[in-house]
């Protein structure tokens, strides 16, 4: 089992920085590809970044490329997105998530089997 727990968000205006954590526990969580994803009221959830076991690959959805990053601390246990340049279509509740079963970064919530509980991002205009 592996237990996912997030922090970081919050109520930030415009333009304005915030930097999520998503501390993991468990079996051998620091060995799992990672990703973040989130989920605005009335839509879908949506994939945002992803990151490998070593953290030298991710991937960033073009609509937070060049304004999020995502990162790793694996002696921490720890995934990382910094989220800067922060805009009103951002506003989402946003969930970790860890792959246990895979050795590279995946894009789709499905291939995910461990998930956070959310915590919530509101960027006020």
């Known amino acids: 089992q592996v237990q996912l727990v997030e922090s970081g968000g919050g109520l930030v205006q415009a333009g304005g920085s915030l930097r999520l954590s998503c501390a993991a526990s468990?079996?051998?969580?620091?060995?799992?590809?990672m990703g973040w994803f989130r989920q605005a009221p009335g839509k879908e959830r949506e994939f945002v970044a992803a990151?490998?076991?070593?953290?030298?690959?991710?991937y960033h959805v073009d609509s937070v490329k060049g304004r999020f990053a995502i990162s790793r601390d694996n002696a921490k246990n720890t995934v990382y997105l910094q989220m800067n340049s922060l805009k009103p279509e951002d506003t989402a509740v946003y969930y970790c998530?860890?792959?246990?079963?895979?050795?590279?970064?995946?894009?789709?919530?499905?291939?995910?089997?461990?998930w956070g509980q959310g915590t919530q991002v509101t960027v006020s205009s």
């Open positions: 998530a860890a792959d246990s079963r895979g050795s590279t970064w995946k894009s789709r919530d499905y291939e995910y089997d461990y």
């Open positions: 468990g079996r051998t969580s620091s060995r799992y590809p």
């Open positions: 990151i490998s076991r070593s953290g030298g690959s991710t």
